[in-house]
């Protein structure tokens, strides 16, 4: 079992920068694969990072590859989300994900309650 905690959500203007900590609860945080996703108002849930047990492999969607960056601190049982030149569009309630198998689809067995993030134009 694995408990699953986000932060670091807020207001911020367009092309500012963020910080999501993602905190896990548990001994096995290191065998688990990581993973962010968001949803915003009216649309489905969708993939934005996820980053290997190891934290050797990453991968990120499209529309924000280039600009969020996911990592891990296995000491802490944490994993990060450095959000840069934020937009409008980046506006959403933003999720953790913990499973086993590293993925890009929303498949994962554990789920965060997500925190907001709002970026102002």
């Known amino acids: 079992q694995v408990q699953l905690v986000e932060s670091g959500g807020g207001l911020v203007q367009a092309g500012g920068s963020l910080r999501l900590s993602c905190a896990a609860s548990?001994?096995?945080?290191?065998?688990?694969?990581m993973g962010w996703f968001r949803q915003a108002p009216g649309k489905e849930r969708e993939f934005v990072a996820a980053?290997?047990?190891?934290?050797?492999?990453?991968y990120y969607a499209d529309s924000v590859k280039g600009r969020f960056t996911i990592s891990r601190d296995n000491a802490k049982n944490t994993v990060y989300l450095q959000m840069n030149s934020l937009k409008p569009e980046d506006t959403a309630v933003y999720y953790c994900?913990?499973?086993?198998?590293?993925?890009?689809?929303?498949?994962?067995?554990?789920w965060g309650q997500g925190t907001q993030v709002t970026v102002s134009s």
């Open positions: 994900a913990a499973d086993r198998v590293l993925a890009t689809n929303d498949l994962y067995d554990y």
């Open positions: 548990g001994r096995t945080f290191s065998s688990y694969a």
């Open positions: 980053i290997s047990w190891s934290g050797g492999s990453t």
